[in-house]
């Protein structure tokens, strides 16, 4: 008796120590290396978790590496994805992830054999690293000691247990080549914040009086907040709180609605248990750029643009308002609809009453749009973007008006097919049954409201229009061109005695005002050049050079620019002295100036209008060394316009070669890109920067703009931002995920497709 009990005892400690040695296993030993062609995983010792490839876009033979759940009882296609390497970078199929004998984990990319990410931690003393069962993936130095851990840099999960301290971020995946707009941040003051971009907070949780609070999921379903002691000062529940369940993460989704979700055996899936933003269509620009959030048929959210959109490849819902009808505009109005203009997001507001917003807005050569509320006090909100997102539902007491050229259009260069007419909003909306909680409910104000209303947005209107910052088109007609004569020209200019650039002479007007002409030697007839000439005359932007005057006799044709004293940006690259002029922070503000001047003509203006030739020849400095594009609108006096999408995207591109010549002093774009993009993706950014630079250099600047300039190189014109995206990245707005390698490779689109689906109306 007394031996087979021995006997049990030892097959028991024997199957401990089976357990243990598994337990060994999930240790990673430096020199350790997963790669797509393996297909092998570090799997963390209960079986929960394991971290490999995976497949990220399914139609490519594109990778990258993470963590997902592995358990048994999870079927492969649910096995979600709760961390990522490197911000979403792709990698080939023969890529491998390792952890180096330096104690670094490096994820080496084969298809530009380079390393695409990595750790850093290679003077930290690691010694090995672990997958715990909790899919926290830890480097530890030889004390046991954690100096990096996979829970340290979330990617748009959370883990039971996993903390999101102060100033850290989960971001929601991006759907379109730069990163995502929404971010869940946890900001100085304590409070949780569902953020768009940097401006708009939609949801918010946690009071802000208090320091060092970090937020968490609990393993039973609840998000709590904790002070810096961990005591939970505040907490909100899924609807499966307290009941046992394997398996939970919170995540921030592409929709920008944060939602915890829980695994069900029963049905195997994961189910949401909680969402921040009861109404999905509260949710800031829920529908991007590209239009107006309703509940379809189904009860669903969706997409619809009941506005002109940009183009077929890329239907940003634009207003269909330009700048100077001849015949005029009209109002559309849209009843039960909420309108937010993107870029600005600040909508001025005034106080009014509906017929009184809508006239404002007609009035206003600004305004593109307007939405009118009431919830007591009557709003106007001014919307002076043409970009724009919203909201529809029959329940939303708002009406929104649009402002519409009504010249008649023979062929809209933006938009070959017709655009769609405007859906009258109540139709599109027959089905809508089960009208959601969470919108704003009530009916029409009262008369009597707006006519105790007037009174005093009449004083307010007046203040308002005094604050209105001065714009940088502000004197859009009040400038004529002037017309010179050959002679003239020759009596300007010296007889061509200065000449300053290629074809390019200094000139003097009678009132001693210098100016730079430029002869275009356009064969183009006098009618069609009169008339190319006053629609460039009439673009007028800060970072633009103003066209003063032309020429147009007999063979002559003449541009007169405005002057800029320092000459081109060209010259302060290629001299050694006047290079050490440009301070990185001048260079960051020519980027900026160079990159609002195309937003402008890209997108605010009238009509599109391209460079077409833009280089640093053709941007000079002014007194303060501030920067201006020249020749602008080139391609419309010699008549060769491109479609607008191609000479767009050819503007972007030559936009990111000039950034790269600006910051590494290099002007030979081909020999430098290559090395700066690899010298960015090890790390070695500072590298790039031109040494005659003595300036202090801002690394986070620095790679800011570096990211944006290769995204705009990309071989694969589709994944190029617009100048406006640009902008804001230049701008610190918007955040930029590091660019896949730009060097005329094809990219896949899949991602953005599947976002898109449905917003197209
Ligand atoms: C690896 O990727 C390349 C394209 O980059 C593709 O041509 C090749 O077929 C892929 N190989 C495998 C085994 O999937
Ligand atoms: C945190 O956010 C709140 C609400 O937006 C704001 O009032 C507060 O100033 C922020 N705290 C810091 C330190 O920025
Ligand atoms: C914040 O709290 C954590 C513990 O929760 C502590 O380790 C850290 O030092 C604290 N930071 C500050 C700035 O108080």
Redesign the pocket.
């Known amino acids: 008796m007394v031996k087979q009990v021995e006997f049990r005892y030892l097959w028991i400690y024997l199957s401990i120590g089976f357990l243990l040695s598994s337990t060994v296993v999930s240790e990673v030993p430096l020199g350790s290396k997963l790669s797509v062609e393996d297909n092998n995983f570090w799997v963390s010792s209960n079986g929960d978790f394991a971290l490999g490839f995976y497949n990220s876009s399914p139609q490519s033979f594109q990778y990258s590496v993470g963590i997902h759940f592995n358990s048994n009882s999870i079927p492969a296609n649910e096995q979600k994805v709760v961390w990522v390497a490197g911000a979403e970078i792709m990698v080939g199929n023969k890529s491998y992830f390792q952890l180096t004998q330096d104690g670094e984990l490096i994820l080496f990319d084969s298809l530009e054999s380079t390393i695409a990410w990595s750790s850093k931690t290679s003077q930290l003393g690691v010694v090995s690293a672990v997958l715990h069962d909790d899919g926290n993936f830890i480097l530890l130095n030889d004390k046991g000691d954690r100096v990096w851990q996979s829970f340290d840099s979330p990617s748009n999960t959370l883990l039971p247990g996993q903390k999101l301290p102060v100033f850290k971020t989960l971001r929601a995946q991006k759907v379109n080549s730069i990163s995502s707009y929404y971010s869940l941040y946890m900001?100085?003051?304590?409070?949780l914040?569902l953020r768009w971009e940097t401006d708009v907070?939609y949801w918010?949780f946690g009071s802000?009086s208090n320091s060092n609070v970090s937020a968490v999921l609990t393993s039973n379903g609840a998000l709590l907040l904790l002070n810096r002691n961990s005591k939970p000062i505040d907490s909100l529940f899924g609807e499966d709180h307290s009941e046992t369940v394997k398996f939970r993460f919170l995540r921030l989704d592409t929709d920008g609605n944060l939602r915890m979700y829980s695994w069900r055996e029963a049905s195997a899936s994961w189910i949401s248990v909680w969402q921040a933003v009861d109404n999905q269509c509260n949710v800031f620009a829920t529908c991007g750029d590209y239009g107006i959030c309703f509940f379809n048929s189904s009860g669903l959210p969706d997409c619809m643009c009941p506005f002109k959109s940009d183009s077929a490849t890329s239907p940003k819902c634009l207003l269909p308002y330009q700048q100077g009808c001849k015949s005029g505009s009209i109002m559309l109005s849209y009843e039960h609809t909420f309108l937010h203009g993107m870029y600005p997001v600040n909508d001025s507001v005034v106080l009014s009453s509906v017929q009184q917003c809508k006239d404002l807005c007609l009035k206003d050569p600004l305004c593109t749009a307007v939405t009118f509320t009431d919830d007591g006090s009557p709003e106007c909100l001014f919307k002076t973007s043409r970009y724009i997102t919203g909201y529809t539902d029959p329940s939303l007491s708002s009406i929104s008006f649009v402002k519409k050229c009504s010249d008649p259009i023979a062929v809209d260069p933006n938009h070959p097919r017709t655009s769609p007419a405007p859906i009258p909003v109540d139709q599109s909306f027959r089905f809508c049954i089960p009208c959601l909680a969470g919108a704003a409910s009530g009916t029409f104000i009262t008369v009597l409201a707006i006519q105790l209303a007037v009174g005093f947005y009449i004083y307010k209107r007046r203040n308002w229009i005094w604050k209105r910052p001065a714009l940088a088109y502000k004197d859009l007609y009040s400038k004529s061109l002037v017309a010179f004569s050959f002679m003239e020209i020759e009596e300007l200019t010296g007889s061509f005695k200065h000449q300053i650039g290629p074809k390019m002479y200094k000139g003097m007007l009678p009132n001693r005002q210098p100016v730079a002409i430029k002869d275009v030697e356009a064969t183009v007839a006098e009618r069609k050049f009169r008339a190319a000439v006053s629609r460039v005359g009439s673009i007028h932007h800060k970072y633009l050079i103003k066209l003063e005057g032309y020429c147009c006799e007999s063979i002559h044709r003449y541009l007169v620019y405005e002057y800029a004293k320092n000459g081109s940006l060209e010259k302060y690259i290629e001299d050694p002295e006047l290079s050490k002029r440009l301070t990185w922070k001048k260079r960051l503000e020519v980027c900026l100036s160079v990159a609002k001047a195309l937003s402008y003509l890209h997108s605010e203006c009238r009509e599109f209008i391209s460079h077409g030739n833009l280089k640093c020849e053709n941007i000079v400095l002014d007194e303060n060394l501030d920067a201006k594009v020249s020749e602008f609108g080139l391609s419309i006096i010699h008549g060769e316009a491109l479609s607008p999408d191609i000479s767009a995207e050819r503007d972007v591109e030559d936009f990111g070669k000039l950034v790269v010549a600006l910051v590494s002093g290099c002007r030979d774009h081909r020999s430098v890109s290559e090395w700066a993009y690899n010298e960015m993706m090890v790390g070695q950014v500072e590298k790039v920067v031109d040494k005659r630079t003595k300036s202090e250099v801002s690394l986070e600047e620095l790679n800011r703009v570096m990211r944006i300039a290769f995204w705009c190189l990309q071989g694969d014109e589709r994944l190029r931002p617009s100048m406006g995206e640009v902008v804001k990245v230049l701008e610190g707005s918007l955040t930029v995920d590091p660019p896949p390698p730009p060097f005329c490779r094809e990219r896949p689109l899949q991602e953005e497709e599947s976002s898109r689906s449905g917003s197209e109306s």
């Open positions: 900001n100085e003051s304590g409070q914040q907070k918010t802000v």
